[in-house]
């Protein structure tokens, strides 16, 4: 590679002191490729929630010069400040060249809500705040980007949003480690079967005292609401319920709320009597929730959703009792069955994590 760019920059050098006055060849120079974009001074508001939609599509044409020719091909979709020239230029796209006879190539490429806000990110463009940006294509030879064929431009805003890491989640507070991430009473936030960015949690909270939400157990990116939240307020950065109890925390980032509702809990199968959902509740005694079951069978339960939120089946909030410990079933598989007789009374402490069955 290092000697096909040496062979170009000499054939530069030769048609460039060969020249004669009028009679003189002419440089070669690359033709500026041309680009088709949406509308200048289009505004762009990015969110998470579309990370992997389609933002929008570039096209243009890129002219074949076999002359020049001294590398491999590629066309590279810039993104940079307006004004800047391009000196601080992030690469958006890669797009590999085409070995074609023809006199131009057309190309296309699709940027994601992602793809763009990661560039956006990289160039250290204020999130939540409008910024103007322009994009242009420029072909590169080889290691050379050849300025010459830089494309026309196209100029947007841009608001970037800070990218949150939505695989785990954790919740941290005065009732739930004591503000100290070390802790092993951080709540691990349980994520909804069958659905990414989206957590629950059922434990005891106190009126009193605060506590928040973060992706991973250290400070930097926690939080106390998304856009919309519900059943709680917050004050000074923190989350507090409105008076002491057993709840259900209900975060949905894709659907950008938080939900906090009184918990409900139900029981489903044979031991309890049949298999109609939200049909067999337990009853909330203070710290604890409790049922006592009216047959035979394995011991399923599940978490109920809070009033005004859209959700899947029952089973994709399921947990049982194994080992004395509340195994929560997450995204994993069915899980290991316990069964229990008529007559025995299931106690569950969430904020303890343990469950008895006497």
Known sequence: MKIKNILFLMAVIFAFVSCNDDTDPVLPQYKASVLTHPTDDTLYELKQVDAANTLFSLDWKAYNQKDLLVGAVTYWIQVDTIGNNFANAQTLKQVPGVNEDAESTNYTASLTVEEV???????????????????????????????????????????????????????????????????????????????????????????????????????????????????????????FVPADGLYMVYVDYPGEKITIAPAKVYGMGNCFGGWDADKFPFTNDGKTTSIVTTGEGELRMYAGLPSGVTGTDWWTREFIILNGKIAYRGKGDDQERVKVQAGKTVTLDFKAGTGTIK
Do not use: H
């Open 117 to 239: 806000n990661k560039v956006l990110n990289g160039l250290r463009l204020p999130v939540g705040s409008i910024s103007n940006v322009e994009i242009r294509v420029i072909t590169r030879v080889g290691n050379i980007l050849v300025e010459a064929s830089a494309s026309n431009i196209f100029q947007a805003r841009f608001i970037p949003y800070k990218a949150i890491d939505t695989s785990s989640l954790y919740m941290i507070g005065a009732d739930f480690g004591n503000w100290d991430w070390s802790s092993s009473g951080v709540v691990e936030m349980v994520p909804v079967n069958g659905l990414d960015g989206v957590f629950w949690c059922i434990n005891y909270f106190t009126k009193s005292n605060g506590f928040k939400w973060a992706p991973k157990k250290a400070w930097g990116d926690d939080f106390a609401e998304l856009a919309n939240k519900s059943g709680y307020t917050v004050t000074d950065g923190n989350a």
